[in-house]
């Protein structure tokens, strides 16, 4: 039977919430996630996370940052899992449970359902075009026990209104944030790289088809053969990695080529680029790898697709090209290198906006007052 709600009556200082994530993998929502937790409990909430699946290699981090990690185990949402995590959810007792992504925000807003906890909140970090309609009605029906769904773009909000169906009274817009870049310079991080020789072009993401990688492959046939051989780096892993390495070394008179695979220090590597490349070709919900080049004063060349064109700002902090065209790709990242001028001042004005826009301080506050804009809401109702 299910337990009855418990009255939504804490302080926001005295706020328990409870994040819940797949797993804890190396990827934008985790660090999403990690840097909510880690400003949320300077502010003085209280904040667990719960994995529905496994931990990996961020829990670790957040757990030395003192916030607490647990592991469900389930492997789907079946009503044996659900029931298990809303058991789990009966013992934290917390006021809010986050939740992100599909699977976590089936698992989760039917658990905090079940085992009555005050507020549920969604939080949308993609547009999932892959979602069947069955999915689709699915997340439709569970909008209703959500009291706000968390969008990181424009864009996402819209994907969520107009193909999902989510009623617009629940969204909300908080672009995602980052804390201020470490303090490495542009010896540093080439130095971290075996001193390439410039021109270094970036690619930060992990390797799945619509990540587009292939693209700036292509690309690099189109750049002109008078300019310096440029090194392109890549920082990421999955499934595409063997397809990208093959095509890599079809085109290695033509570029030095680095995979470099998943890096926790890719921050670190940014200043040693003069351009970082996003060429996505759909699904991008945000681009966080975008401010964090934008951070490191870096101008971004990236897909005009989903919420990218909300994050670079085209002319000013970097270049949007049309997706899956290697040949307006490869005009963008060329008008770049050949300009330096215009590559700092793009790299100064990034900056400014991403300290000005996207700082994780900022999104913790944003969010705080939503979850208190729930709290009342309900009071009320």
């Not at 469900?72 to 007792?93: F, H, N, Q, S, T």
């Not at 080529?257 to 699904?283: M, T």
């Given at each position: 039977m299910r337990r009855g709600r418990r009255a939504a009556g804490p302080t926001m200082s005295s706020l328990r919430v409870v994040h819940l994530v797949e797993t804890l993998g190396i990827g934008g929502l985790e660090r999403v996630v990690q840097s909510l937790a880690r400003h949320a409990r300077t502010r003085g909430l209280d904040v667990e996370i719960l994995c529905a699946v496994r931990g990996g290699p961020v829990a670790a981090e957040i757990e030395a940052s003192g916030t607490?990690?647990?592991?469900?185990?389930?492997?789907?949402?079946?009503?044996?899992?659900?029931?298990?995590?809303?058991?789990?959810?009966?013992?934290?007792?917390?006021d809010v449970v986050h939740s992100h992504g599909h699977f976590a925000g089936v698992l989760g807003r039917a658990a905090a359902w079940w085992s009555g906890v005050p507020i549920t909140v969604h939080h949308l970090h993609t547009m999932d075009t892959t979602l069947r309609e069955r999915h689709r009605r699915l997340e439709r029906f569970l909008a209703r026990l959500s009291h706000l769904i968390l969008c990181c773009s424009r864009a996402v909000a819209d994907h969520a209104r107009h193909v999902v169906g989510i009623p617009e009274r629940l969204l909300r817009v908080v672009p995602n944030g980052i804390d201020p870049p470490p303090a490495v310079d542009r010896g540093e991080a080439l130095e971290s790289l075996g001193r390439p020789a410039p021109p270094v072009i970036g690619c930060v993401a992990s390797f799945a088809p619509h990540k587009g990688q292939a693209v700036l492959l292509r690309a690099v046939d189109y750049l002109r053969p008078d300019r310096p051989l440029p090194t392109l780096v890549f920082v990421g892993d999955g499934p595409e990695r063997a397809a990208l390495e093959a095509l890599a070394a079809e085109r290695?008179?033509?570029?030095?080529?680095?995979?470099?695979?998943?890096?926790?220090?890719?921050?670190?590597?940014?200043?040693?680029?003069?351009?970082?490349?996003?060429?996505?070709?759909?699904?991008?919900?945000?681009?966080l790898a975008a401010i964090e080049a934008m951070d490191a004063a870096v101008p971004v060349v990236a897909s005009r697709v989903g919420g990218l064109p909300e994050v670079v700002d085209d002319g000013r902090t970097g270049l949007l090209v049309p997706p899956g065209e290697p040949a307006a790709l490869a005009a963008a990242i060329g008008s770049l290198l050949d300009r330096p001028e215009l590559r700092h001042a793009m790299g100064a004005e990034g900056r400014r906006q991403v300290t000005e826009r996207f700082r994780a301080a900022g999104l913790a506050e944003h969010i705080e007052n939503l979850y208190e804009e729930a709290i009342r809401a309900r009071r009320a109702a």
């Open positions: 607490r990690v647990r592991v469900l185990g389930v492997m789907g949402y079946r009503p044996r899992d659900i029931l298990r995590a809303a058991r789990v959810l009966g013992e934290m007792k917390p290695s008179r033509a570029a030095r080529i680095l995979f470099l695979g998943e890096r926790r220090d890719a921050r670190c590597l940014l200043p040693a680029f003069d351009v970082l490349v996003i060429p996505s070709l759909g699904r991008e919900g945000f681009g």
